[in-house]
């Protein structure tokens, strides 16, 4: 099995996609509808070129390639881990077979909607973040968000190839309607709640980032585990380049939180807004936000979808290989978070397969608390006593046990009155949103960047902060 990308060919990959023609005109037949989808829905800003790294070989070093490529040029490709001959499925009833190489006809509807739901999601937030280049901070920022789209748009190929070569005409069928969703579109909206939300500013685009994409990662994770082949490797590749876009979204609020505590601290005051900077308060508040909408993308705190998923080994466990036990879950149990008969928060104990979301969203929960502890050491060596923090699970829910009640940051539960009475200090108001919204000036020109963010420590691939990264036409 090869490792490199074959670039000659016209969709770039390492599946040796011209051994089977069918598969290679179908996938042809997809490419300018995904071109012209690119056209009318991604990005907005109209740019020469950018500095943009492509996947050249999955293998673990030298994976990407630098270079300033015209966007709608992108080398978008279908790139899959190296293959383990060996590879044997690590959970649920299959647990020590052969990993699949090809659907099982009794799963093949379950699959399909896995990959169909994950599929969903990549064009989505290309769609939600169309418009944030008008207003990006600097070229490097401008750089990282190109950077995260064009990536999404190969995810999405990602996805399409397994519907494509694994699903026929059904799979074919889902693959055009990938393009036809979009994201707040009020007849055909993307699947999931978070992804039809706005991206409207950079302190958003920073928290969707670290909130949204890591749920993407947790996903990815547990598919990566999955019996199917050629999806846990195709989602092992797709892992590498999530990393960035995490990287964005921690150091992107790094920053912001960073400026904030030195207009502070060189003003002696809390009023940073009057300074041009985002106040402490309002960045909690975005976080609220983008923390409990994320959250709900993992689902109820109990499915039987999921343990089904999990004993049929589709879907795993995040760092299945991990975890010190029997990898089939029949006879263990979890403690999930309820509303008692009480109507008082509390937990109870069920099945452990039937608690699988509340288990990734557990692990998902510790992971975001470690960018909030290093959001925290930046104000704390700043002398500044605001701490930010996670709200409770139950705050701002739609899905799962809490959605029927509101329950404020510290988890108290409220009536709808009270609720309504003091949301504003905890989700952003539309003064909130209107004053982010009007830091949001592009600053275009090499080496400058916004009043209301500090500049990154490094550059990109080497390259100094006041690198050409973006031409303009
Ligand atoms: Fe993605
Ligand atoms: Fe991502």
């Known amino acids: 099995m090869t490792t490199a990308a074959d ?43 950018v500095y943009l790294r492509t996947a050249i070989n999955v293998g673990r070093e030298g994976w990407a390639h630098f270079a300033h490529v015209p966007m709608p040029e992108y080398r978008w490709g279908i790139f899959l881990a190296e293959r383990d001959p060996g590879r044997r499925i690590g959970f649920g009833e299959h647990k020590g077979e052969p990993a699949w190489q090809k659907v099982p006809g009794e799963y093949r509807s379950a699959l399909q909607r896995l990959i169909v739901v994950q599929g969903d999601t990549e064009p989505a937030s290309v769609e939600q973040q169309r418009n944030l280049g008008a207003t990006a901070p600097s070229l490097y920022d401008l750089r990282n968000l190109f950077q995260v789209n064009v990536e999404e748009g190969r995810h999405l190929w990602a996805m399409v190839y397994l519907l494509h070569a694994y699903f026929g005409r059904e799979g074919r069928e889902e693959a055009a309607e990938l393009l036809r969703r979009n994201s707040g579109s009020a007849d055909a ?63 992107g609020v790094d920053r912001v939180v960073e400026r904030a505590a030195q207009l502070m601290t060189e003003h002696d005051t809390d009023e940073v807004a009057a300074r041009g900077g985002i106040p402490l308060d309002v960045i909690q508040k975005y976080l609220n936000f983008h923390y409990s909408v994320s959250l709900d993308l993992f689902g109820g705190e109990t499915s039987t979808n999921v343990a089904n998923y999990y004993t049929a080994g589709l879907k795993g466990r995040w760092n299945e290989p991990r975890r010190n036990d029997d990898h089939k879950l029949t006879s263990e149990s979890i403690m999930v978070d309820t509303l008692g008969d009480d109507g008082q928060i509390g937990q109870a104990e069920v099945a452990a397969l039937t608690g699988l979301n509340t288990d990734l969203r557990r692990e998902y929960i510790a992971d975001c608390q470690t960018g909030v502890n290093r959001w925290n050491r930046i104000l704390d060596s700043a002398g500044i006593e605001f701490r930010l923090r996670l709200p409770h699970v139950a705050f701002n829910r739609q899905v799962g046990a809490f959605a029927g009640i509101e329950a404020s940051p510290s988890g108290d539960i409220l009536s709808a009155e009270e609720w309504e009475r003091r949301k504003g200090s905890w989700l952003p108001t539309d003064v909130d949103k209107t004053h982010v919204r009007s830091l949001m000036r592009p600053v275009h020109e090499r080496g400058k960047i916004a009043a209301w963010i500090a500049p990154p420590r490094n550059g990109i691939n080497g390259k100094p902060f006041d690198y050409e990264y973006v031409h303009f036409p």
């Not at 958003?204 to 749920?215: L, W």
């Open 189 to 251: 909206p993307r699947i999931l709640g978070a992804f039809n939300e706005e991206t409207p500013d950079w302190l958003s685009f920073f928290m969707f980032t670290y909130f949204t994409d890591r749920d993407g990662k947790y996903q990815l994770g547990t598919l990566k585990e999955s019996g199917f082949d050629p999806l846990s490797r195709t989602c092992e590749f797709m892992l590498k380049e999530e990393a960035h876009h995490m990287f964005v979204g921690t150091t």
């Open 7 to 49: 670039y000659s060919e016209k969709i770039p990959n390492n599946v040796g996609l011209h051994e089977d023609r069918r598969l290679q005109r179908a996938l042809e037949s997809w490419q300018p509808d995904f071109l012209s989808w690119w056209g009318s829905m991604g990005p907005a800003l109209p740019t020469q070129d």
